[in-house]
């Protein structure tokens, strides 16, 4: 990969993991807009909880996201980014630059699809 190319891969994994970071925080300091009326009755009380829950999963989701960010930024500095984790070969700039966390190259990323898609 060149350089230009893995500087670019750099700034867009730092941008996305400050917007995740962004998001993330009021969430995980419970401060994601719940509508709760002063009185809830039953209905807002359990809309409240699903809220909290997705919450949870969304902040799940992010932090996968996240470590998978870090994982990319230190292989961007040991020099080894930009290989598929799975057969080792290169993942392809143009996926890199729509994806700059990925770990697999397309082809081992859509067995891996098939795979957890039959696993379901
Ligand atoms: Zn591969």
Request: with cysteine; proline share 3%.
């Given at each position: 990969?060149?350089?230009?190319?893995?500087?670019?891969?750099?700034?867009?994994?730092?941008?996305?993991?400050?917007?995740?970071?962004?998001?993330?925080?009021?969430?995980?300091?419970?401060?994601?807009?719940?509508?709760?009326?002063?009185?809830?009755d039953e209905m807002d009380v359990a809309l409240a909880e699903s809220n909290q829950s997705l919450a949870g999963r969304i902040l799940e989701r992010e932090s996968k996201l996240l470590s998978r960010i870090e994982?990319?930024?230190?292989?961007?500095?040991?020099?080894?980014?930009?290989?598929?984790?799975?057969?080792?070969?290169?993942?392809?700039?143009?996926?890199?630059?729509?994806?700059?966390?990925?770990?697999?190259?397309?082809?081992?990323?859509?067995?891996?699809?098939?795979?957890?898609?039959?696993?379901?």
């Open positions: 990969m060149e350089r230009r190319d893995s500087e670019r891969a750099r700034a867009s994994l730092l941008a996305q993991r400050e917007s995740i970071l962004e998001k993330a925080t009021p969430m995980r300091n419970g401060e994601l807009e719940i509508d709760r009326d002063d009185s809830p994982e990319a930024l230190e292989r961007l500095d040991q020099g080894d980014y930009g290989d598929c984790a799975s057969c080792g070969e290169e993942i392809g700039v143009k996926r890199l630059m729509a994806q700059p966390a990925a770990r697999l190259c397309i082809e081992c990323k859509d067995e891996q699809e098939r795979l957890e898609s039959r696993s379901d």
